[in-house]
C-alpha cells in the first residue's frame, strides 16, 4: 500500500503533539513528512512538500484556514484535506467541507473516527478497500453527530460539493461523505449512480418519465418520491433495469 504524505497543521501544542501521537498507529496509511504550528510555516512547507494529505486546523492563529487553502491552489493543486476544529457552526464547517475536505475531525480526536478519515482518503486516492460487502446497517457524520440508518431505507442521494443530501421515503439529512463515497460504500447491484449528481435505489424505482426526465420511487408503505434526472441519467437508469 502506497502511503499519503502527509502534513499536520495545527497551532495549539498539545492537539498537535496529540494527534500525530495517534497518527503513529497509522505508519502504513500516512507519512508524516511535517508539522506546522501557524499559517506560514504551513504555507511554505505544504508548497514545499505538495503532500497527499493534509491534516488542517479551521482556525490558525486567529487567520483562516480557508484563506490558506486558495492561496495553496493558486501554485499546486490541493490535497487530500482533513479539517480539525473544536468549532460545529454548520454554516462554517459545510463551507469548509464543499472546499477540499475528505472529512473533518470533532476536538479531542477520537481514534476511531480518524481511522475512519484516513481511509475515506486512502480511498480517494486510489487505495481500494480490503472489504468488498457492502454493509447494510450505515453509520453516517452529519454536521452535529452520526446517522444511522440501514441502506434499504435510502430511495436517493445527491451530491452538493464534497457532502450529500441523503433522502428516505420521510426524510433528508445532509451528510459529510461525497457521492463518491457514499458509491463505494453501497452494493452496486441495488444502488446506481446515474450521474454526476444522483444515486438512486433501483429497488426502489416504480415509473420513468422519459419525457419529464424523471423516475418515481416507491415505499414499501405506498409513498411515492419523484426525482428529476439529467437525460444521461435516465437513460442510464433505464439500461440498467
Not at 97 to 115: G, R, T
Amino acid at each position: 500500500m502506497k502511503t499519503l504524505k502527509t502534513i499536520v497543521v495545527e497551532d495549539e501544542r498539545l492537539p498537535r503533539l496529540s494527534l500525530l501521537q495517534k497518527l503513529e498507529d497509522f505508519r502504513q496509511e500516512v507519512e508524516v513528512v511535517d508539522s506546522c504550528d501557524n499559517y506560514d510555516s504551513a504555507l511554505r512547507s505544504i508548497l514545499r512538500h505538495q503532500p497527499d494529505l493534509l491534516f488542517l486546523d479551521i482556525q490558525l492563529q486567529g487567520r483562516d484556514a480557508m484563506q490558506l487553502l486558495n492561496e495553496v491552489k493558486q501554485t499546486i493543486p490541493l490535497p487530500h484535506v482533513i479539517f480539525t476544529t473544536a468549532y460545529a457552526d454548520r454554516k462554517y464547517l459545510l463551507g469548509a467541507i464543499k472546499l477540499a475536505a475528505v472529512d473533518y475531525l470533532l476536538k479531542p480526536i477520537d481514534k476511531n473516527e480518524l481511522a475512519t478519515a484516513i481511509s475515506k482518503a486512502c480511498q480517494l486516492h486510489g487505495e481500494p478497500s480490503t472489504d468488498n460487502t457492502p454493509p447494510s446497517r450505515l453509520s453516517l457524520r452529519t454536521v452535529n453527530g452520526k446517522l444511522f440508518i440501514d441502506a434499504s431505507d435510502i430511495a436517493f442521494i445527491t451530491a452538493d460539493g464534497n457532502y450529500a443530501h441523503l433522502c428516505t421515503f420521510g426524510h433528508q439529512e445532509d451528510i459529510m461523505e461525497s457521492l463518491a463515497a457514499m458509491e463505494q460504500l453501497l452494493d452496486p447491484a441495488v444502488f446506481l449512480r446515474v450521474d454526476r449528481y444522483t444515486i438512486i435505489n433501483t429497488k426502489r424505482v416504480y415509473k420513468l418519465n422519459i419525457k419529464r426526465r424523471q423516475c418515481t420511487l416507491l415505499s414499501p408503505e405506498g409513498t411515492t418520491i419523484d426525482v428529476e434526472l439529467s437525460k444521461p441519467g435516465i437513460e442510464r437508469l433505464m439500461r440498467f433495469l
